[in-house]
């Protein structure tokens, strides 16, 4: 599938990208990428390493400058509109940039002094589990509670746009998946959620749409219904030996044991095979039969292209 088509209208963007381009010298980290984030959804920008995803996430934050192409992020150019936009959106880093010596309190009650949108210390404590830690040196913590209170920062006043790097990296399950409901939170107010993940069910979990990146393109981007939709499914089972195997319009793989079929006519195939096996007596214990997932896509990009 290519990239979103540019055919909505900006009102109902919250970010609109046209042929963005990034380049370090003579290396070019964002080839042309277009890009629609709608309103109030939540979207995942995926890709593999050095696919040029933190990269794209810094232009739109106005961190990063652009080589060429056209951005609007809440309506602003972020490159020349930065001090507009910057109260409007709330962003978490791959790293955060804290004052170590100050207490997790401490550094909440700055936050509140430095940022517009109006909250409470406390009540980012309580959500991101932190009451226990408030009088510790932000030094002190572990990786994951530094991510919460980074975290806890950037969805500080419910921001209209949450720009969101890794924001699970280094968490516990549980921590995980409260982090989700915050995330969730965001959305059931009406913002906009832009996220990266390495975690493809966190992914399949939260977003509304979703973007792979691979070498500075997009290589698919839709909703996961749709993205799944345009891959081949398939069904595997081990069969007693050598067999004489029925035609079927699907790719088939069998190594004398274990067959396995990848076809985009799940139901046509898998009823010849089945009606095969029957014909034949033999018995299928082991028999399984899926759509594509988001992992077979991406682990796809990456050995395809």
């Known amino acids: 599938m290519a990239g979103p088509g540019l055919d909505r209208a900006d009102g109902d963007l919250a970010i609109r990208v046209r042929d963005l381009r990034v380049s370090y010298g003579d290396f070019e980290a964002v080839r042309g990428i277009d890009l629609q984030v709608r309103r109030g959804e939540i979207f995942a920008l995926l890709g593999t390493n050095g696919a040029g995803k933190t990269t794209t996430l810094e232009v739109l934050e106005g961190f990063g400058r ?22 409007r959106m709330g962003v978490q880093l791959q790293e955060g940039g804290f004052v170590e010596e100050l207490t997790v309190l401490e550094s909440l009650q700055l936050w509140q002094r430095m940022v517009d949108r109006r909250d409470e210390p406390q009540r980012l404590l309580e959500r991101f589990e932190l009451t226990t830690r408030r009088d510790v040196a932000v030094g002190k913590l572990s990786g994951g509670e530094k991510r919460r209170l980074d975290l806890a920062m950037a969805v500080w006043g ?58 500075g393109r997009i290589a698919v981007s839709g909703s996961l219904s749709e993205i799944v939709a345009a891959q081949p499914a398939g069904f595997s089972a081990t069969l007693p030996g050598p067999l004489d195997l029925p035609p079927l319009r699907g790719r088939a793989e069998h190594d004398g044991e274990t067959l396995r079929v990848r076809t985009d006519d799940l139901q046509g195939d898998l009823t010849t095979f089945l009606t095969w096996a029957a014909d034949r007596g033999v018995r299928l214990p082991d028999l399984r039969a899926a759509p594509a997932s988001l992992a077979d896509i991406y682990h796809g990009i990456r050995t395809e292209q």
């Open 66 to 87: 652009r080589s060429g192409g056209e951005v609007s992020v809440l309506g602003l150019d972020p490159a020349t509109d930065t001090a507009a936009l910057r109260p």
């Open 158 to 215: 419910s921001p209209e746009l949450a720009v969101l790097d890794e924001p699970t990296t280094g968490l516990d399950p549980e921590s995980r998946r409260r982090t989700w409901d915050a995330i969730q939170e965001l959305q059931e107010a009406g913002r906009t959620v832009v996220l990266t993940t390495h975690y493809l069910e966190e992914a399949e979990a939260l977003a509304d749409r979703i973007a792979i990146m691979h070498e």
